[in-house]
């Protein structure tokens, strides 16, 4: 089985503009999450997508903001990006479970520098 | 609020020594799951193993075994005759659930960096 894919692998964006990045679940998988990685905060959840809806979110601000098809593919969006934002930003799929957070599969990242 | 926290920042040992990474977290719910990833220079992470808040069991896979107490709320981590491929950054990271239903997100400790020295 081909595990969690992410596009595109390296990307180098501006202050102030936006960018969209991309993620396949494992096949078969419904569940989608985001995280973003940094020396300094860690590894911070951003939100889990199950059949197209967002189940939770983390505590980022609004400009953050992300997207489920039906196919199970995701998106996240970052608008207005300001330094900060530089970061390893992960993608994980999971099986669905009777109850509770399934075991994450994780992507490679998208590694994001933002100047 | 959660928290998981991993107090040993780095550990160093030499291949063939047993070594133990600690992570200790903090809950409101009684209902929870706890994971540990690998992350090795690659860079991508690697799930270890997933355990809810109701099996206590201790779980062995090979060389890695998992050490889960609730009465001092940790889940240890401990790898049996190290090699050099275990040197990676270990994750200990906890869900919680709550009491309406669904799963929060994982909140990951800081990580340990383990370094296998052959």
């Known amino acids: 089985k081909a595990g969690v894919t992410q596009t595109p692998r390296y990307l180098i964006k501006t202050r102030g503009q936006q960018v969209t990045l991309s993620c396949s679940p494992i096949?078969?998988?419904?569940?989608v999450s985001w995280y973003q990685q940094t020396p300094g905060q860690g590894l911070q959840f951003l939100f889990e997508?199950?059949?197209?809806?967002?189940?939770n979110k983390g505590n980022f601000p609004g400009r953050f903001s992300g997207r489920q098809f039906s196919n199970s593919r995701s998106e996240m969006n970052v608008s207005t990006l300001e330094l900060g934002d530089s970061a390893l930003y992960l993608c994980?799929?999971?099986?669905?479970?009777?109850?509770?957070?399934?075991?994450?599969?994780f992507g490679p990242g998208t590694r994001l520098t933002v100047t | 609020a959660q928290k998981v926290t991993q107090a040993q920042t780095e550990i160093s040992v030499v291949e063939k020594e047993d070594v133990t990474l600690d992570c200790v977290y903090e809950?409101?719910?009684?209902?929870?799951?706890l994971f540990w990833y690998k992350q090795p220079p690659s860079g991508e992470l690697v799930f270890l193993i997933r355990?809810?808040?109701?099996?206590?069991q201790n779980e062995i896979s090979g060389r890695y075994s998992w050490n889960f107490q609730k009465s001092t709320s940790s889940f240890n981590f401990t790898i049996t005759a190290s090699q050099v491929v275990d040197s990676a950054v270990y994750f200990c990271?906890?869900?919680?659930?709550?009491?309406?239903?669904?799963?929060?997100?994982?909140?990951f400790g800081k990580g340990t960096h383990l370094i296998i020295q052959p």
């Open positions: 994980a799929s999971g099986p669905q479970r009777d109850r509770g957070l399934s075991e994450q599969y």
């Open positions: 096949s078969g998988h419904r569940s």
């Open positions: 997508y199950f059949s197209e809806t967002q189940r």
């Open positions: 809950t409101r719910d009684t209902t929870y799951y």
């Open positions: 355990r809810n808040s109701f099996d206590e």
């Open positions: 990271a906890l869900s919680e659930v709550p009491s309406g239903g669904g799963a929060d997100g994982l909140t």
